[in-house]
């Protein structure tokens, strides 16, 4: 248990800054992430180097397409989220009611990554928010050691959890469901409301951080064309049409198992309404051999990164990240750690 960060004691009780519920927690008790736990005028965090979820990834996996394309990530996570998603795919470790894990330290983590060969550590699979200084001081550390570092995230941060991690995050995935709808979130996420994630990702971009999207669409209870199309030209206007944007198929699982995959009919449906809004690279997710899959560029066409599923089987872009055919700027950043060519061939 280690003391928390951007926390305010108030008369009421102390109120936890680090994620947009700003839960006001009594003595003895927890938060809604049942993570932070409030002691004598403090609040712990008891997560701390508590880690639930490990393993080497490829960048792509995140998702990240335009993030130091074919490069390894060093996952990890702890317990417990900040969102109670009825489809989440990590469920047995988000919604546990006690956190469990192996302690580890940062160094821990970073020796790890270098061991198996990782570019830089991705802070994910729960949500990198509730276990925040465990992420900054690791970051930190690999920071130094030249590694990049990325959040998988619900988005579901303050101004001040950004400007505290800004230093040391290089990307993040914004992970959007049934297209950032509100009913939807507050009815099968038990998240209250959605503006302070559009509040985040402004300020992400604002501070350099690289920005990545993803939409996950769910039939039946999360097939909104009206809210795609709303996310799409937001997207646009503040972050810039050349945002990544991937449009994620469903698969059922936990409390929503009586649901059908997403048909890929439903998916492009979906691409091309983001299409429409003047997006330039939207990509497909879960529906392995799409042609959505890879990286096209916009001006002339070239298949400049081309994917199996979370793999990447060439990566033809030039040593500045850009087309090699008409130089075009495909907004790839984090070109240092880029692995061109063909990199993760061996795993067909």
């Known amino acids: ?51 639930d979820g490990m393993a080497a990834d490829p960048i792509e996996k995140k998702p990240l397409f335009h993030f130091a394309p074919g490069s390894q990530a060093f ?73 990049f570092n990325t959040f998988v995230t619900n988005g579901y941060l303050t101004p001040e959890a950004i400007d505290y991690i800004t230093p040391y995050l290089d990307a993040a995935s914004v992970n959007f469901k049934g297209s950032g709808n509100k009913s939807f979130y507050n009815q099968l996420m038990s998240v209250p409301k959605v503006d302070p994630i559009f509040t985040a990702m402004k300020l992400m971009k604002e501070k350099g951080i690289f920005i990545e999207i993803t939409n996950l669409i769910i039939p039946e209870v999360g097939d909104f064309g009206d809210d795609t199309k709303k996310l799409a030209e937001w997207t646009v206007e503040n972050l810039g049409s050349r945002t990544p944007f991937h449009i994620i198929a469903f698969a059922p699982t936990y409390k929503l198992t009586n649901i059908p995959r997403t048909p890929v009919e439903m998916l492009e449906k979906h691409i091309s309404i983001a299409k429409e809004a003047g997006l330039e690279f939207i990509y497909s997710g879960n529906i392995a051999g799409h042609d959505y899959e890879n990286t096209f560029c916009p001006k002339c066409g070239f298949k400049a990164i081309e994917r199996f599923s979370v793999y990447l089987k060439s990566n033809n872009l030039n040593e500045e990240g850009r087309c090699p055919k008409c130089n075009t700027d495909l907004n790839i950043s984090g070109v240092k750690w880029m692995v061109r060519g063909n990199s993760q061939q061996r795993i067909f």
């Open 75 to 147: 996952s990890i996570s702890t317990s417990s989220c900040n969102f109670r998603c009825q489809f989440c795919l990590n469920y047995h470790s988000a919604h546990r009611e006690k956190p469990v894990g192996e302690q580890l330290s940062s160094e821990d983590i970073v020796r790890l990554a270098e061991r198996y060969n990782c570019s830089g550590i991705t802070y994910t699979y729960t949500e990198p928010t509730i276990f925040m200084e465990f992420a900054h001081d690791t970051a930190k550390i690999a920071h130094e050691r030249g590694m």
């Open 1 to 51: 248990m280690r003391e928390a960060v951007l926390y305010s004691n108030l008369k009421s009780g102390i109120r936890c800054d680090l994620c947009a519920r700003r839960c006001i927690i009594h003595d003895g008790e927890t938060g809604f992430c049942r993570v932070r736990i409030a002691r004598d005028g403090k609040l712990y965090t008891i997560v701390y180097g508590l880690i």
